[in-house]
């Protein structure tokens, strides 16, 4: 079973950057694609961006496109997600899971999920 660490979150002004980190173990991580997850208060989780198991194929949200930068290094068993030019409407905690090889599914495959990490942007 894969286990998910995410962080990297915190509080940071509009305009400002955050780089999150989802750490996994327990199964060779470079044979999964993987996504981003978010969940604002009182809404649904919403997929953010994915990531083909070698790296070299990603899927956004549309309306990340440009802001966000997902990424994975096998070696480490680390996926990242370099996040520019915030907005108070990216503020959410953040989550990370296996996701579907057609990136363009956009769903989690893993039925459970890390803490997530908190991410805030202040206006």
């Known amino acids: 079973q894969v286990q998910l660490v995410e962080s990297g979150g915190g509080l940071v002004q509009a305009g400002g950057s955050l780089r999150l980190s989802c750490a996994a173990s327990g199964r060779p991580f470079s044979s999964y694609a993987m996504g981003w997850f978010r969940q604002a208060p009182g809404k649904e989780r919403e997929f953010v961006a994915s990531?083909?198991?070698?790296?070299?194929?990603?899927h956004y949200k549309d309306s990340l496109k440009g802001r966000f930068t997902i990424s994975r290094d096998n070696a480490k068993n680390t996926m990242y997600l370099q996040m520019n030019t915030l907005k108070p409407e990216d503020t959410a905690v953040y989550y990370c899971?296996?996701?579907?090889?057609?990136?363009?599914?956009?769903?989690?495959?893993?039925?459970?999920w890390g803490q997530g990490t908190q991410v805030t942007v202040s206006s």
């Open positions: 899971n296996v996701v579907n090889p057609m990136l363009r599914v956009e769903r989690p495959l893993l039925n459970h």
């Open positions: 990531i083909t198991w070698s790296g070299s194929n990603t």
